[in-house]
Nanobody, 119 residues
Framework: QVQFVESGGGLAQPGGSLRLSCAAS????????MAWYRQAPGKQRELVAT????????TYADSVRGRFSISRDNAKNTLYLQMNSLKPEDTAVYYC????????????WGQGTRVNVSS
C-alpha cells in the first residue's frame, strides 16, 4: 500500500529557504510522475510542481516558478522541493503525491508538512 511521508517544513522568514522531502513506499516510485501540492488555510489544495518519472521535465505553478525547484532521487524513493525566496503566501501544508489533473475524491494523502512563512 502506498505511503508518503513528508518532512522538512517549519517556520521561515520571508526571503528564507526550506527544503521539503517526501519518502515514498509501497509503490514503484521510479515509474511515476510525481508532484507537490499545497493547501493554505481556508483554501483548496493546489498543484505546486510536477516532475516526470526520470526527472527529465519539471513544471511549476506561476506563483512559485523561479523560486521553487522540484527534484527526485529514485534510488532513495524520495521527492524533494527546494523553496527559496519564501513569501508569506507560501504558508500552507505541503503534500506529495502522484500527478493528477484533478485529484480524485477520497484518494490517499500523507500527513503533509506545514510551512509557515512569517516575520
Amino acid at each position: 500500500q502506498v505511503q508518503f511521508v513528508e518532512s522538512g517544513g517549519g517556520l521561515a522568514q520571508p526571503g528564507g529557504s526550506l527544503r521539503l522531502s517526501c519518502a515514498a513506499s509501497g509503490t514503484s516510485f521510479s515509474i511515476y510522475h510525481m508532484a507537490w501540492y499545497r493547501q493554505a488555510p481556508g483554501k483548496q489544495r493546489e498543484l505546486v510542481a510536477t516532475i516526470t518519472f526520470n526527472g527529465g521535465r519539471t513544471t511549476y505553478a506561476d506563483s512559485v516558478r523561479g523560486r521553487f525547484s522540484i527534484s527526485r532521487d529514485n534510488a532513495k524513493n524520495t521527492l524533494y522541493l527546494q523553496m527559496n525566496s519564501l513569501k508569506p503566501e507560501d504558508t500552507a501544508v505541503y503534500y506529495c503525491n502522484f500527478v493528477f489533473t484533478t485529484p480524485p475524491p477520497g484518494i490517499y494523502w500523507g500527513q503533509g508538512t506545514r510551512v509557515n512563512v512569517s516575520s
